[in-house]
């Protein structure tokens, strides 16, 4: 079981924003603010989507954006496209294990 | 352009050994952590280990320290991962991947390679 928990399914349609959250993130007055995104698609690699709660890798569209507050990071989703359809994982570090942990996965469905 | 190259699939037999490889080329390859992640079928991402081939330090995920061995060599930068004897929960896709340390922790993975599938069935 993750220490980290996605919602495991997550829809909408093209146009609409769809926020993906996990939970069991450190809390904010940590200092550590790792939180990070991945987006997917089956049968190809993972692609980093936001790291450090809300930072875009360069070539990244600002339809992608990070929050979060308390111990639950969320990751939104706007102007949803078909291509945005996709596992979406996050990851952040959590108690014992030093490399963190990924969350359980959230399946993102374009309607 | 950085690239993680890995080697192609496998089919195994139970108490077999194995050792996958992934090549990294367009960077500093013993300047960076490299590691391996692993996704058995119809679940999610898990962090087995990583190692800094620049001194070859690991770092494992209690899951997997003692059931794999992850090493690299630098002289043609390629990391590997390695069982000594498989069984069959091990089948999975098996991705590298490069973390971005901060403060000793993982802030980002910033390159994957394209996985290798292994399956291990008598």
């Known amino acids: 079981q993750s220490a980290l928990t996605q919602p495991p399914s997550a829809s909408g349609s093209p146009g609409q924003s769809v926020t993906i959250s996990c939970t069991g993130t450190?809390?904010?007055?940590?200092?550590?603010?790792?939180v990070s995104w991945y987006q997917h698609h089956p049968g190809k690699a993972p692609k980093l989507i936001i790291y450090?709660?809300?930072r875009r890798p360069s070539g990244v569209p600002d339809r992608f954006s990070g929050s979060k507050s308390g111990n639950t990071a969320s990751l939104t989703v706007s102007g949803l496209q078909a291509e945005d359809e996709a596992d979406y994982y996050c990851?952040?570090?959590?108690?014992?294990?030093?490399?963190?942990?990924f969350g359980g996965g959230t399946k993102l469905t374009v309607l | 352009e950085v690239q993680l190259v890995q080697s192609g699939a496998e089919v195994k037999e139970p108490g077999e050994s194995l050792k996958i490889s992934c090549k990294g080329s367009?960077?500093?390859?013993?300047?960076?952590?490299i590691g391996w992640v692993r996704q058995m079928p119809g679940k999610g991402l898990e962090w087995m280990g990583i190692?800094?081939?620049?001194?070859?330090?690991?770092r494992y995920s209690p899951s997997f320290q003692g059931q794999v061995t992850i090493s690299a060599d630098k002289s043609i930068t390629t990391a590997y991962l390695q069982w000594s004897s498989l069984k069959a929960s091990d089948t999975a896709m098996y991705y590298c991947?490069?973390?971005?340390?901060?403060?000793?922790?993982?802030?980002?993975?910033?390159?994957w390679g394209q996985g290798t599938r292994v399956t291990v069935s008598s």
């Open positions: 991947a490069r973390p971005i340390m901060a403060r000793g922790l993982i802030s980002k993975i910033d390159y």
């Open positions: 367009g960077y500093s390859f013993i300047s960076y952590w």
């Open positions: 190692i800094y081939p620049g001194d070859s330090g690991t």
């Open positions: 450190s809390s904010d007055d940590s200092g550590y603010n790792f």
């Open positions: 450090e709660v809300s």
């Open positions: 990851n952040s570090y959590a108690g014992s294990n030093n490399l963190g942990v």
